[in-house]
């Protein structure tokens, strides 16, 4: 612990207090008193120039000097403040020196000042153009053509762009010419006649450019063959052909975000085509191609009730649709159906189809399966030219017109064998009592077993139609019951020949590859 008078000793003095404040303390008060004795003097004008107080300040500072301010250590900060005004009058001065928009009135157009810039730079483009053609010498890019700035390299490219635009068009031009000669081939020539012949002419050659133009687009938007189905077998008996679409006919394709594509098969199609089959030759007719509608069709019809498969290389493109040209079939078109769900695709020959709802995927439709009794009954009746009945049914819905027209036959057949009833027997049919003979038996027809005769058939009152329909439902059933038992043993028999079929595709292409290299044994021999 130090004693009072200690800590009075080294506490510091009032001096040198003083003599650590006072510097600090000056300026200040020397500015306030300037400043004062400014306001004092100078005061502000209306009509005075726009300069800053600041520019005046060493002016008045100078005139109004005190002893107390001449002094070394008090004229330091006014010489800096001097320096910091001379700048600032350098900069005014250095700027524009008129009056300030007045912008209560808004922002002012710039317009007059843009239009004088643009004045001046085209004056001064002028004058340089002038000085440039002035001029006797120099490097100037005006006394020489365009031509003698181009590099050779681009002399060069474009010279090669010249030539080959030469040659494109002789090419051409060759090409005209040659596709414009006269038919070499006898077949062609017959083909044509009509329309191009051989000749001299200007409007003849042009005829067969066209035609040979034609057939090279007819190429790409005719069916792959001139011959879709192979001529008919006399021991088919099946007189009719039935062309089946596949896309919202006997499938439907959907696509979802969660499941991806999904292929959904219409109620009763393996009933349509296995009833069917003892009565047409199905053919499947889509516009879907090769390599998508093939591993469907043998999931569809693993037992191949679908006689010949058709896809979009049969079809002919025609105004950006894939027509079916029943034409191309080799088939008498009298007797060919064709099932469809899209009009343009038949547009060729609609007198032959019959068009259907599109089928997007409803579990209760029995529109398919409806168009079966049409279809047995024309088969039945053995109509010489389908396109008779199916244009009977033009703008009506077929499986409903059918059923009335039935019902009303029906009714009239009924009636007429009643009528058939009342009358005596014939004589034939009295002796044939007599003898204990039935119709069934002077039938020189033989109807298969368990089936009975038409005369017996028509005597109970079942029409024609009724009784192909049982021997057809009979004939389903039977099949059916193959099927089931002998249905896996088809499929592996199948799968067998074609394995080996692929096996000997392979061999034979792997035996001529390796007969580049290696002489056969026949070859051998024969040396």
């Not at 053919?283 to 390599?291: D, E, G, I, K, N």
């Not at 077929?398 to 009239?412: D, K, L, W, Y």
């Not at 039977?478 to 000997?504: D, H, P, V, Y």
């Amino acid at each position: 612990m130090l004693s009072r008078a200690a800590r009075i000793a080294r506490q510091p003095t009032a001096a040198q207090l003083y003599r650590f404040v006072a510097p600090a303390a000056r300026p200040q008060f020397a500015s306030s008193t300037w400043r004062r004795s400014y306001a004092q003097e100078r005061r502000p004008t209306p009509s005075s120039d726009s300069k800053s107080t600041e520019t005046e300040r060493p002016a008045t500072a100078a005139a109004g000097e005190t002893p107390a301010e001449t002094s070394p250590a008090k004229t330091s900060p006014t010489e800096s403040s001097k320096a910091s005004v001379d700048a600032t009058e350098s900069t005014e001065q250095s700027g524009p020196t008129g009056p300030l928009p007045d912008l209560t009135q808004g922002i002012p157009s710039t317009l007059a000042y843009e239009m004088s810039g643009a004045t001046n730079q085209a004056a001064l483009a002028a004058i340089a153009e002038e000085e440039a053609a002035a001029s006797g010498g120099g490097r100037g890019r005006g006394e020489l053509p365009d031509s003698a700035y181009v590099s050779s390299t681009d002399k060069k490219r474009q010279q090669l762009a010249n030539r080959l635009y030469l040659a494109f068009f002789g090419f051409t031009a060759a090409g005209l010419v040659y596709l414009g000669r006269n038919w070499e081939d006898k077949d062609d020539e017959a083909r044509h006649a009509s329309d191009a012949p051989n000749g001299w002419g200007l409007g003849l050659w042009w005829d067969r450019v066209k035609a040979r133009t034609g057939d090279f687009l007819n190429y790409y938007q005719e069916p792959a063959f001139e011959k879709l189905l192979p001529d008919p077998d006399p021991s088919f008996e099946r007189p009719y052909t039935l062309c089946i679409s596949l896309e919202d006919l006997l499938v439907h394709s959907e696509w979802s975000r969660e499941h991806g594509w999904r292929v959904a098969k219409r109620p009763g199609v393996d009933y349509f085509l296995r009833y069917l089959s003892q009565y047409y030759e199905l053919v499947l007719f889509t516009s879907v191609p090769f390599a998508i509608g093939e591993p469907l069709v043998r999931k569809l019809d693993p037992y191949r009730f679908i006689m010949w498969p058709l896809y979009r290389e049969a079809t002919k493109y025609k105004d950006g649709e894939f027509v079916k040209d029943l034409s191309y079939l080799n088939r008498d078109l009298s007797k060919v159906i064709i099932i469809d769900t899209n009009e343009k695709h038949v547009q060729n020959q609609p007198e032959n189809a019959i068009v259907l709802p599109k089928w997007t995927g409803d579990s209760q439709d029995k529109e398919l399966v409806s168009l079966i009794p049409l279809l047995e009954y024309v088969h039945t009746m053995q109509y010489g030219d389908v396109r008779k009945v199916l244009k009977s049914f033009e703008g009506k819905h077929i499986p409903t017109e059918f059923a009335r027209r039935e019902a009303i036959a029906r009714a009239q057949f009924q009636k007429e064998l009643e009528a058939k009833k009342k009358k005596a027997p014939s004589g034939m049919g009295l002796l044939g009592g007599m003898l204990g003979l039935k119709p069934s038996n002077m039938n020189l027809m033989v109807s298969p077993d368990g089936e009975m005769s038409p005369q017996e058939a028509l005597a109970q009152g079942k029409m024609l139609q009724d009784i192909a329909r049982e021997r057809g439902q009979r004939n389903y059933e039977l099949l059916e019951k193959e099927i089931r038992e002998n249905g896996e043993k088809w499929l592996k028999e199948e799968a067998a020949m074609q394995e080996k079929m692929q096996q000997e595709a392979m061999q034979s292409m792997m035996g001529s590859f390796g007969g580049w290299f290696v002489k056969s044994d026949d070859a051998n021999k024969k040396q």
